[in-house]
């Protein structure tokens, strides 16, 4: 059974990252694919426990390092469970979110040490990295906004509510991630209509993944 593609989206609060890959799972599953879509904290249900506690604040009176420990043990049994054997079965897995938000948000804008980041990164991640990685990029001021926007009345999570400041250097550290390893990010400008992104990124992740043709070929 041929090898599945991983797919991670990043991006600051706003960017549109369920939206894009709602549209995105739904082309490639009328293209014959098997497509799981996950999240990041979560996707598992040890990591989904992790999830409320770490969004919820829980966590954050303990500082940056514990948080990306927490995370760090979420994205393992992530992995385990859902990400790699559904790899390992040929499946495209999406994920919302992945190790370039650890990254930035508790390394770069957190302030933990390079060497300890790299070090979890190692032990958690292995040789599990994105396939792709589609960093949607918008202007923070127009993300929190849109996050408002669908928030409605409920409550700012632990990271939509720090300041403009934080927002607009975690911009930054994505777009730095995505000089570093071009082999492996797409930024996608999402000021854009959402359905000329939808279709920078099938058009991108098609040619990724070999073609319509060779996705009916390995469906059968």
Same mark, same amino acid.
Do not use: N, W
């Given at each position: 059974?041929?090898?599945?593609?991983?797919?991670?989206?990043?991006?600051?609060?706003?960017?549109?990252?369920?939206?894009?890959?709602?549209?995105?799972?739904?082309?490639?599953?009328?293209?014959?694919?098997?497509?799981?879509?996950?999240?990041?904290?979560?996707?598992?249900?040890?990591?989904?426990?992790?999830?409320?506690?770490?969004?919820?604040?829980?966590? =954050?009176?303990?500082?940056?390092?514990? #948080? &990306?420990? *927490?995370?760090? %043990?979420? /994205?393992?049994?992530?992995?385990?469970? $859902?990400?790699?054997?559904?790899?390992?079965?040929?499946?495209?897995?999406?994920?919302?979110?992945?190790?370039?938000?650890?990254?930035?948000?508790?390394?770069?804008?957190?302030?933990?040490?390079?060497?300890?980041?790299?070090?979890?990164?190692?032990?958690?991640?292995?040789?599990?990295?994105?396939?792709?990685?589609?960093?949607?990029?918008?202007?923070?001021?127009?993300?929190?906004?849109?996050?408002?926007?669908?928030?409605?009345?409920?409550?700012?999570?632990?990271?939509?509510?720090?300041?403009? =400041?934080?927002?607009?250097?975690?911009? #930054? &550290?994505? *777009?730095?991630? %995505?000089? /570093?390893?071009?082999?492996?990010?797409? $930024?996608?400008?999402?000021?854009?209509?959402?359905?000329?992104?939808?279709?920078?990124?099938?058009?991108?992740?098609?040619?990724?993944?070999?073609?319509?043709?060779?996705?009916?070929?390995?469906?059968?």
């Amino acid at each position: 059974m041929p090898r599945g593609f991983f797919i991670t989206f990043e991006g600051g609060e706003g960017a549109g990252k369920s939206t894009q890959i709602y549209r995105l799972a739904d082309h490639l599953r009328a293209q014959g694919h098997e497509v799981v879509e996950t999240r990041e904290p979560g996707g598992s249900p040890g990591a989904e426990a992790v999830r409320h506690v770490l969004l919820s604040g829980a966590a =954050e009176p303990f500082g940056p390092t514990m #948080e &990306a420990i *927490l995370f760090a %043990a979420a /994205r393992l049994d992530h992995l385990e469970q $859902v990400i790699r054997p559904a790899i390992a079965r040929g499946a495209v897995v999406l994920c919302d979110r992945f190790v370039d938000s650890s990254r930035v948000y508790q390394g770069v804008t957190g302030g933990l040490e390079p060497d300890f980041m790299t070090a979890l990164e190692r032990v958690t991640v292995g040789g599990s990295m994105p396939d792709l990685t589609v960093i949607l990029d918008v202007d923070p001021e127009e993300g929190l906004r849109r996050a408002t926007e669908r928030r409605g009345e409920g409550t700012a999570d632990r990271f939509e509510k720090e300041t403009l =400041e934080v927002h607009r250097r975690r911009r #930054e &550290a994505f *777009l730095d991630i %995505a000089r /570093r390893e071009p082999d492996r990010c797409l $930024v996608v400008d999402t000021t854009a209509p959402a359905d000329e992104v939808a279709a920078r990124i099938a058009e991108a992740v098609d040619a990724a993944l070999g073609g319509p043709r060779a996705a009916k070929q390995a469906a059968g």
